[in-house]
């Protein structure tokens, strides 16, 4: 008996996403969102095999995000435009309780030349990934642009992350944008390491940052107080730790 398998591939450049947005080929059955508990376990607990685990506010504890990005193993899978979740992954993270992001990256100069043009073209490009993220019932996507962006292109870039944000929270329930810590607000590529004046604009119209690594004690203090000082919540600075 042959087994047909479903392999989801990225879509290496702004031609495959738009002349493939409408012809989409579908997934088998996936599941939805699983409601997760308003509880955590602390993992200290867990470790120390403790048979009675206390029950912690999730509200008031940190979040994980793991990002898959191993040079020897996940070559075939990332660092393309825009990268699919797999089916099984999306399916697996679901039942329980999980989210999972697709993840677009440019690495070059060019692409965002195009997509930041107007405010009609970044509407263009931000609605496919819309409807590639609600199509494979996946649950928003990861912005990592590791390449320097014209300054006069840098509000258009802006509007892309806060018009994506606001559109995907419509189309699909508990979406989230992530933004990674890379392109400043002068359009430099330029790891912060922090939440700093120079990354706050992208951090203020999406959901959370995700830090560069090279951080310290210090940054980590001064991304609180940025945070607590726009009144957003410290659950949505994550604080890259590379292993």
């Known amino acids: 008996m042959r087994t047909e398998v479903t392999e989801s591939q990225p879509f290496k450049n702004l ?3 738009f002349d493939n947005v409408g012809n989409l080929k579908p997934w088998p059955e996936i599941g939805e969102l ?3 508990t ?4 602390s993992g200290l607990e867990i470790s120390a095999g403790r048979t009675r685990l206390e029950k912690l506010d999730r509200e008031v504890h940190p ?3 793991l990002c898959h990005d191993m040079k020897g193993g996940y070559l075939e899978d990332s660092h393309h435009f825009i990268t699919v979740p797999p089916f099984g992954w999306i399916n697996a993270a679901h039942n329980h309780g999980v989210k999972v992001l697709g993840t677009v990256i440019t690495e070059r100069e060019g692409i965002w030349d195009v997509i930041l043009e107007s405010h009609e073209e970044v509407r263009r490009f931000a609605d496919a990934l ?8 996946f649950d928003g996507w990861l912005l990592n642009i590791e390449n320097t962006i014209k300054s006069e292109q840098v509000n258009n870039l802006i509007y892309f992350v806060k018009y994506l944000t606001e559109n995907i929270h419509e189309a699909i329930r508990n979406s989230e944008i992530i933004w990674y810590d890379s392109v400043t607000n002068e359009g430099k590529l330029n790891w912060q390491n922090e939440l700093n004046s120079k990354n706050i604009d992208f951090f203020l119209n ?17 991304s609180l107080a940025l945070a607590k000082t726009h009144s957003r919540d410290i659950q949505d600075i994550y604080v890259g730790v590379d292993v």
């Open 63 to 65: 979040k994980t995000l």
């Open 15 to 17: 031609k495959e996403l």
């Open 34 to 36: 699983r409601d997760s």
């Open 130 to 137: 819309i409807l590639v993220a609600k199509f494979y019932k």
């Open 38 to 41: 308003d509880y955590v376990y």
């Open 206 to 222: 999406c959901d959370a940052i995700y830090l560069n690594y090279n951080w310290m004690k210090s940054k980590l203090k001064n």
